[in-house]
């Protein structure tokens, strides 16, 4: 019973890098599992960040050379980049919640 509680104890410790969709888990959260949990989903994100860092620097650059002109919209590619961003961001935010559930917020 004492290896029990400890067995318990040790999972409620356990940090959200640690946390694994329990055994009985749907296939949803399993195929979740595999996709964050994977090296090369970590390497796509930090791409994502570089990629959009690059984009407000683009978007920066264009905004100072056309301050003075009164009424002038942002280009649609910049729009359409930062569009897509929000999205891949907000999927990344969505499959890590998904997965941890109230982990994340720990």
Do not use: Q
Request: with cysteine.
């Amino acid at each position: 019973e004492l290896m029990e509680a400890n067995k318990k104890l040790a999972a409620r410790r356990k940090s959200s890098l640690e946390y694994e969709p329990d055994r009985d888990s749907s296939v949803l959260l399993w195929g979740v599992s595999r996709i964050v949990r994977n090296p090369r989903f970590d390497s796509l994100v930090t791409c994502l960040i570089l990629g959009n860092s690059l984009l407000i620097g683009a978007h920066s650059e264009w905004a100072m050379t056309h301050y003075s002109e009164v009424g002038s919209a942002t280009p649609v590619w910049i729009r359409l980049l930062d569009t897509a961003f929000v999205v891949a961001f907000t999927l990344e935010l969505l499959l890590r919640v998904l997965l941890e559930g109230s982990y994340f917020f720990r």
